[in-house]
Antibody, heavy 118, light 107 residues
Framework: QVQLAESGGGVVQPGRSLRLSCAAS????????MHWVRQAPGKGLEWVAV????????IYADSVKGRFTISRDNSKNVLYLEINNLKSEDTAVYYC???????????WGQGTLVTVSS | EIVLTQSPATLSVSPGERATLSCRTS??????LAWYQQTPGQAPRLLIY???SRATGVPARFSGSGSGTEFTLTISSLQSEDFAVYSC?????????FGGGTKVEIK
């Protein structure tokens, strides 16, 4: 079954760190660029970051550059997002998504909620 | 950064009627525009890519058009399952950006 499944969200204090994971199955993960997209409560979608198929290249949104790190382990079919120095504005559902062609998203996970609160 | 402006913010439509949603970009994105559908508590679902190509499994009542800076998503005859939020996304330039969404609600 072709699917993505995120994990690792939760309630975290400001300034702390968190690592999100996204397990992929049913498709050739190692051949595909992968993304993280987030959605704050009641708000629209915001693209966060992309990693190339082999992990050699990453691009980040300006809003997260320097605090977020996207990576992947193609031997385990897992995508990661490391978030440091969490801020209240990072509170959102984080989705992993498969990129296609020039990077639209044809497969999404169910999302994992990150809540930054003291 | 390319800004996407969707209109209207909310569209009230009766089942069986036609819905027309607009997405305008702050600079040309050629045909590199996608549309997504999202229902409450669910992940987005790809409907349209390349401005007008339907994704796998998307019913023919969904159609997309436009190029450059003006795009339209049309739902020819709304079904109960179509009441949702629709977002456009450009993938012509980095960073990738989304519109704010149009909520299609039951009239």
């Amino acid at each position: 079954q072709v699917q993505l499944a995120e994990s690792g969200g939760g309630v975290v204090q400001p300034g702390r760190s968190l690592r999100l994971s996204c397990a992929a199955s049913g498709f050739a993960f190692r051949n595909t660029a992968m993304h993280w997209v987030r959605q704050a409560p009641g708000k629209g979608l915001e693209w966060v970051a992309v990693v190339s198929y082999d992990g050699s290249d990453q691009i980040y949104a300006d809003s997260v550059k320097g605090r977020f790190t996207i990576s992947r382990d193609n031997s385990k079919n897992v995508l990661y997002l490391e978030i440091n120095n969490l801020k209240s504005e990072d509170t959102a559902v984080y989705y992993c998504a498969r990129g296609r062609q020039r990077d639209y998203f044809d497969l999404w996970g169910q999302g994992t909620l990150v809540t930054v609160s003291s | 950064e390319i800004v996407l402006t969707q209109s209207p913010a909310t569209l009230s439509v009766s089942p069986g009627e036609r819905a027309t949603l607009s997405c305008r970009t702050s600079q040309s994105v050629n045909s590199n525009l996608a549309w997504y559908q999202q229902t409450p508590g669910q992940a987005p679902r790809l409907l349209i890519y390349g401005s007008s190509s339907r994704a796998t499994g998307v019913p023919a009542r969904f159609s997309g058009s436009g190029s450059g800076t003006e795009f339209t998503l049309t739902i020819s005859s709304l079904q109960s399952e179509d009441f949702a939020v629709y977002s456009c996304q450009q993938y012509n330039n980095w960073p990738l950006t989304f519109g704010g969404g149009t909520k299609v609600e039951i009239k």
